[in-house]
């Protein structure tokens, strides 16, 4: 009987031991899980009715527009940091692409050619992230939204963004290369479907689309 509590002691004690070391460990955060609620959306995006065009008001419109230029900005603060991790860098990467519709193109520039270049956002992303720099630095400027809701050609209803980017290029702590761009972006008003508590719900929401260089120059000293 001795020998029978024993074991069960021994029992209890290695449960709660297991117990504490679960615990011990806090769980990861899958930072990744708002691209994936961002992938369900694309794929279940519907074209916006009359109906759903009424209850979007040009300021909401506006205000999203530039909520999603920041989150581009901060994906970019995080890929180009020096201190960002190769993880941190692939969520920032996956993170601004599911800021885009599908096929958007983003187009290039320098301040050495008149040649503007085009690429697919993650293309865009990755090669950025792989310039031959110590650091990189780019900042966004008089950022306004500048049209209201308009249909497109495409049956889409569109909106436009300007802003001013300044892309700084160091090595050894000096700055190598420096340009401004004023750029424009189309943002695309879509409407997804989500469940609700076992309903099915329309919701919008603003993505960003292609991305238009309009002229690039060096700064002035």
């Known amino acids: ?28 955060i899958h930072r990744c899980e708002i691209f ?21 008001s040009n300021e909401e419109f506006k205000k999203k527009a530039l909520a999603k ?48 270049k085009h690429l697919r956002v993650r293309d865009f ?15 966004f400027s008089h950022v306004d939204y500048v049209s209201n809701i308009r249909k497109g050609a495409d049956g889409k209803y569109y909106g436009l963004v300007s802003f001013e980017q300044t892309f700084r290029a160091y090595r050894d702590g000096h700055v190598v290369y420096v340009d401004e761009t004023k750029k424009t972006t189309e943002v695309q008003l879509v409407v997804y ?9 329309q919701q919008w929401d603003v993505m960003l689309s292609d991305v238009e260089v309009v002229g690039t120059k060096r700064p002035k000293p």
Not at 36 to 56: C, F, S
Not at 72 to 97: K, M, P, T
Not at 100 to 115: L, R, Y
Not at 127 to 132: E, V
């Open 36 to 56: 994936a609620a961002d992938t369900k959306y694309k794929d279940t995006i519907r074209p916006v009715t009359e109906a759903m065009l009424g209850q979007v």
């Open 193 to 201: 479907e989500k469940n609700l508590r076992g309903n099915t719900v």
């Open 1 to 28: 009987m001795r020998y029978f509590f024993t074991i069960i002691s021994l029992l209890i004690s290695l449960i709660s031991y297991s117990f504490d070391k679960i615990h011990a460990y806090p769980a990861p």
């Open 125 to 139: 992303l990755e090669k950025l992230r792989n310039l031959p720099y110590d650091g990189i630095i780019i900042t």
């Open 69 to 116: 230029i920041k989150e581009f900005q901060n994906c970019l603060r995080i890929l180009c940091g020096i201190q960002s991790s190769n993880e941190a860098q692939d969520n920032a990467v996956d993170q601004a692409v599911g800021l885009f519709v599908d096929g958007a193109i983003i187009e290039v520039s320098s301040a050495h050619s008149n040649e503007k």
